[in-house]
């Protein structure tokens, strides 16, 4: 039988959780060892984030991405703030986690949500723990760097910009690979995260071959941010829509300006025009003075958690994402 997993495509979290699930169902879960695995990656889009030709014959599983309220999911984990797209989609996952009677829902052992956890390979690694029995004591080196990348918790923007350790690499390849090349090296990759430590991912060939070239564009993109940023009343902007780019490092505006609080930033894809918004980790403002970004991006659609976001607009939308930004801006500076 095949189980299909369908992750967070650009998100080292997102590929951390395909691997500690695949470890999981192929361990904990009857017949798991007969299991047939393949990855398909998801972005956040304007428009359907699923579509019904995608899902597979056997089992389909979503992790680290927004819930589907389709008959075909499976298994399904979360921990995104806006992990709903609507009411309907969040009370169909209520309905099935527990019965009238109070007793557990047909769904309660197989899809999972907890928007606490810093990960969701943490989230994955606790329920495959707690509720299967699984050892995840060989998978510590995973869990500990999925919750350091996606909980933006490096012990400093120089760290988190300069990309020493290996889980910062493989993070570049994950999040700035063209998108020609990323498939084929996330269903080579995402397997070898269950059994390998990260220094010899980092060390394949395959991954090799992509990191040099994009380790010369971090560093081109890191001026080019130089050159357009700008720090007004906390919140750092800057729009590079005219330079189309996969992905850049996010901690790139802290390094540069660590004066800024908040980053709204204006990027331009192969396949969307994008709005990231995030908060400073090393902000000195107290945790229940910040904005909830989350909020802020559903607003015009997009989500993410309390410190960062993100709105997907089509390729031709850049008018309505620079109104989009003026409007975020206006509204965080308004915030001090």
């Not at 359907?48 to 899902?55: H, I, K, L, Q, R």
């Amino acid at each position: 039988m095949e189980c299909k997993v369908f992750y967070h495509d650009k998100c080292f979290d997102g590929a951390c959780s395909a691997a500690m699930f695949t470890r999981f169902r192929r361990g904990c879960v009857p017949d798991g060892r007969d299991l047939a695995f393949e990855y398909q990656g998801l972005v956040h889009r304007a428009g359907p984030m699923f579509e019904d030709g995608w899902w597979g014959a056997g089992e389909n599983a979503v992790v680290d991405f927004k819930y589907s309220p389709s008959q075909r999911l499976t298994w399904w984990f979360d921990h995104h703030q806006s992990a709903f797209g609507t009411a309907e989609d969040e009370a169909k996952f209520r309905a099935g986690q527990v019965n009238p009677d109070g007793t557990p829902g047909p769904l309660a052992m197989r899809q999972f949500f907890d928007a606490s956890y810093v990960s969701c390979t943490g989230w994955i690694a606790h329920i495959a723990a707690t509720k299967f029995g699984m050892d995840v004591a060989p998978l510590k080196e995973l869990i500990y760097w999925a919750n350091i990348v996606d909980g933006a918790k490096y012990e400093s923007a120089k760290a988190a910009v300069e990309i020493a350790e290996p889980a910062m690499k493989l993070t570049m390849v994950i999040e700035s690979a063209p998108d020609v090349d990323r498939a084929s090296i996330s269903r080579k990759f995402i397997p070898l995260l269950t059994e390998m430590p990260l220094q010899q991912v980092l060390e394949q060939p395959f991954v090799q071959e992509v990191l040099g070239p994009l380790m010369e564009r971090h560093w081109a993109g890191l001026e080019l941010i130089r050159q357009r940023a700008v720090c007004k009343h906390g919140v750092i902007t800057f729009d590079i829509t005219d330079q189309p780019t996969e992905g850049y490092n996010k901690f790139i505006p802290y390094y540069l300006m660590p004066e800024g609080t908040y980053t709204v930033g204006l990027s331009k894809s192969s396949f969307r025009t994008k709005v990231s918004v995030g908060t400073n980790p090393w902000t000195t403002k107290k945790p229940e003075a910040l904005a909830n970004i989350a909020a802020i991006c559903e607003r015009f659609g997009g989500g993410g958690h309390a410190r960062v976001g993100a709105i997907s607009f089509g390729v031709d939308q850049v008018a309505e994402a620079q109104a989009a930004v003026r409007e975020i801006e206006a509204d965080l500076a308004a915030s001090f």
